[in-house]
T-cell receptor, first 113, second 111 residues
Framework: DSGVTQTPKHLITATGQRVTLRCSPR?????VYWYQQSLDQGLQFLIQ???????AKGNILERFSAQQFPDLHSELNLSSLELGDSALYFC????????????FGPGTRLTVT | GQQLNQSPQSMFIQEGEDVSMNCTSS?????WLWYKQDPGEGPVLLIA?????ELTSNGRLTAQFGITRKDSFLNISASIPSDVGIYFC???????????FGKGTRLHILP
């Protein structure tokens, strides 16, 4: 158990809908990262928040957004969902702003039908 | 964009065999990380490397930070059934803080 929690574990929704994925980092970690993992693409970095502020951006679509709240939990919002958004979404956390060792949550499996 | 080439893509071995996999890039990295992912789970950090030439062990696992800083290697000795899974390398470059992941090596152990 990494100490990072993610909810829900599974999510099934229809195209065009909007969903919110939630992540709580390990106790003491200030950074939260979001990744998308699809079958043939490996782990794609989406976005990082550090202590409530956006720190780094990766290959995140404009239809996706995230935020980190004062209690350090984070939410990833995915809107106007398309079939291709079906994937595993992982949250990871680390102690500081600079990414060295990251600890991953169990993931949310999103299926868009 | 930056890429990590991880090889082999998959491996089929007998229990008890040693395993070697590697990660290479055309860019210089200042941190290398190795993760293992079991089916339906998140990646778990196995080994972190911070200096060129560094050799670090974690039980039967040994990883090395290549001298050129463009590659890293992971060895597993005397494989056991629970070693099955996907092994990812990840690297952090000097000029930014993002971590880039390889596409993984899928390890299968034959009965």
């Amino acid at each position: 158990d990494s100490g990072v929690t993610q909810t829900p574990k599974h999510l099934i929704t229809a195209t065009g809908q909007r969903v919110t994925l939630r992540c709580s980092p390990r106790s003491g970690d200030l950074s939260v990262y979001w990744y998308q993992q699809s079958l043939d693409q490996g782990l794609q970095f989406l976005i990082q928040y550090y202590n409530g502020e956006e720190r780094a951006k990766g290959n995140i679509l404009e239809r996706f957004s995230a935020q980190q709240f004062p209690d350090l939990h984070s939410e990833l919002n995915l809107s106007s969902l398309e079939l291709g958004d079906s994937a595993l979404y992982f949250c990871a956390s680390s102690v500081g702003a600079v990414t060295y060792e990251q600890y991953f949550g169990p993931g949310t499996r999103l299926t868009v039908t | 964009g930056q890429q990590l080439n991880q090889s082999p893509q998959s491996m089929f071995i007998q229990e008890g065999e040693d395993v070697s996999m590697n990660c290479t890039s055309s860019s210089i990295f200042n941190t290398w990380l190795w993760y293992k992912q079991d089916p339906g789970e998140g990646p778990v950090l196995l080994i972190a490397l911070y200096k060129a030439g560094e050799l670090t062990s974690n039980g039967r696992l040994t990883a090395q930070f290549g001298i050129t800083r463009k590659d890293s290697f992971l060895n597993i000795s005397a494989s056991i059934p629970s070693d099955v899974g996907i092994y990812f390398c990840a690297g952090r470059m000097n000029r930014d803080d993002k971590i880039i992941f390889g596409k993984g090596t899928r390890l299968h152990i034959l009965p």
